[in-house]
Antibody, heavy 121, light 110 residues
Framework: EVQLLESGGGLVQPGGSLRLSCAASGFTFSSYAMSWVRQAPGKGLEWVSAISGSGGSTYYADSVKGRFTISRDNSKNTLYLQMNSLRAEDTAVYYC??????????????WGRGTLVTVSS | QSALTQPRSVSGSPGQSVTISCTGTSSDVGGYNYVSWYQQHPGKAPKLMIYDVSKRPSGVPDRFSGSKSGNTASLTISGLQAEDEADYYCCSYAGSYQGVFGGGTKLTVL
């Protein structure tokens, strides 16, 4: 079955760090770019970061640049998001999403169920 | 990058047609044909409905169609059905390797 499964969310204090993972199955993971998209409680979607299929190109929203790092391990079919210096406004459900091309093409044809990150003291 | 502008809510009766607009600028919607639309039911992950402005993925009913004029993209749903009630989001490439979503539109089927 083609699916994405996020993990790693939880409660973290402001200024803390967290690493999210997204396990892919049912498709050739290395052939597709991937993104992280978040949704604050009761709010809309926000694109966070993207990475090409090879991992050689990475892109970030201005709101997370310098604090978050996207990476992937194609041998493990897993996407990661390392989040540092977390702020209250980073509180959201984080979705991983598959792009239908090996380079980032800015639309997402498969989404995971999301993992909740709460930044609070 | 500012979010694209969508109406907060739209409504229609079963069988009718509704159109949801998504307004950006020449730096995003107007500058590229990389507009996509997503449907999200409460508590669920988003689902791709339209990509590249007007293309429909396999499995999406042809009641859903997309278009663009200038800096505004539109999603039209014809023959409204109860299961179409959901939140809808547009998304566009915004240049400088950034993506941007709209604020979302709640569709109510009366």
């Amino acid at each position: 079955e083609v699916q994405l499964l996020e993990s790693g969310g939880g409660l973290v204090q402001p200024g803390g760090s967290l690493r999210l993972s997204c396990a892919a199955s049912g498709f050739t993971f290395s052939s597709y770019a991937m993104s992280w998209v978040r949704q604050a409680p009761g709010k809309g979607l926000e694109w966070v970061s993207a990475i090409s299929g090879s991992g050689g190109s990475t892109y970030y929203a201005d709101s997370v640049k310098g604090r978050f790092t996207i990476s992937r391990d194609n041998s493990k079919n897993t996407l990661y998001l390392q989040m540092n210096s977390l702020r209250a406004e980073d509180t959201a459900v984080y979705y991983c999403a598959k792009d239908p091309h090996i380079v980032v093409y800015w639309y997402f044809d498969l989404w995971g169920r999301g993992t909740l990150v709460t930044v609070s003291s | 990058q500012s979010a694209l502008t969508q109406p907060r809510s739209v409504s229609g009766s079963p069988g009718q047609s509704v159109t949801i607009s998504c307004t950006g600028t020449s730096s995003d919607v107007g500058g590229y044909n990389y507009v996509s639309w997503y449907q999200q039911h409460p508590g669920k992950a988003p689902k791709l409905m339209i990509y590249d402005v007007s293309k429909r993925p396999s499995g999406v009913p042809d009641r859903f169609s997309g278009s663009k004029s200038g800096n505004t993209a539109s999603l039209t749903i014809s023959g409204l059905q109860a299961e179409d009630e959901a939140d809808y989001y547009c998304c566009s490439y915004a240049g400088s390797y950034q993506g941007v979503f709209g604020g979302g539109t709640k569709l109510t089927v009366l």
